[in-house]
Nanobody
Framework: QVQLEESGGGLVQAGGSLRLSCAAS??????????LGWYRQVPGKQRELVAT???????FYADSAKGRFTISRDNAKNTVDLQMNSLKPEDTAVYYC????????WGQGTQVTVSS
């Protein structure tokens, strides 16, 4: 069973940076073959895509993340990271990592709060 654990969230001022990390367990044999993603959700709204990375390392970003966020993966460590720069108050949300870009595997989420 794949389990995901996010870390790295916190409180930061607008314009600051945070790096989120997600570690996968139970997926060593298949991790490198699956796409991975970061999503975020604020109360009362649907979870939305932030960025994905293919098994080959090709990234995709939502418009809100382009130019500010960078997604990366380390297949040896079974991790996927999200470097977030130039953070804005509207980036405040719970951030979730996803394995395989389906609804099967999600982490528990990590809170990111950006103060103005």
């Amino acid at each position: 069973q794949v389990q995901l654990e996010e870390s790295g969230g916190g409180l930061v001022q607008a314009g600051g940076s945070l790096r989120l990390s997600c570690a996968a367990s139970g997926a060593r044999a298949i991790f490198s073959f699956r796409a991975l993603g970061w999503y975020r959700q604020v109360p009362g709204k649907q979870r939305e895509l932030v960025a994905t990375i293919s098994s080959g390392g090709s990234p995709f970003y939502a418009d809100s993340a382009k130019g500010r966020f960078t997604i990366s993966r380390d297949n040896a460590k079974n991790t996927v990271d999200l470097q977030m720069n130039s953070l804005k108050p509207e980036d405040t949300a719970v951030y979730y990592c996803n394995f395989g870009l389906t609804n099967d595997y999600w982490g528990q989420g990590t809170q990111v709060t950006v103060s103005s």
